[in-house]
Nanobody, 123 residues
Framework: QVQLVESGGGLVQPGESLRLSCAAS????????IAWFRQAPGKEREGLLCISSSGVRLSYVESVKGRFTISRDGAKNAVYLQMNSLKPEDTAVYYC????????????????WGQGTQVTVSS
């Protein structure tokens, strides 16, 4: 049974940083493609970044390029989202998701999801 658990969210001020973690059980993340999504209030869930099973990193949203980075720790079976220079518009629930075949920005193709972690950026 695949389980994903996100952590690391919280309330931060604009310009600060956060690192989100996605811990997995029931699946070896290095064999899968892992993506980070977010969903702001009243908006659709959007795919942000993905790291493929071969380690290729893809970014799907222009507004986070240069600020957000995805990484993976095989020993800990975890994936991280480093978020720097946070802005109020980054406020959302952040989710990690995994799929077997290839990175993709569409949420519908990911069968496994975490429960999400809230990130609030406010002064």
């Amino acid at each position: 049974q695949v389980q994903l658990v996100e952590s690391g969210g919280g309330l931060v001020q604009p310009g600060e940083s956060l690192r989100l973690s996605c811990a997995a059980s029931g699946v070896t993340l290095s064999d899968y493609n892992i993506a980070w999504f977010r969903q702001a209030p009243g908006k659709e869930r959007e795919g942000l970044l993905c790291i493929s099973s071969s380690g290729v990193r893809l970014s799907y949203v222009e507004s986070v390029k240069g600020r957000f980075t995805i990484s993976r720790d095989g020993a800990k079976n975890a994936v991280y989202l480093q978020m720097n220079s946070l802005k109020p518009e980054d406020t959302a629930v952040y989710y990690c998701a995994v799929r077997r075949f290839g990175c993709n920005s569409a949420q519908a193709v990911y069968p496994y999801w975490g429960q999400g972690t809230q990130v609030t950026v406010s002064s």
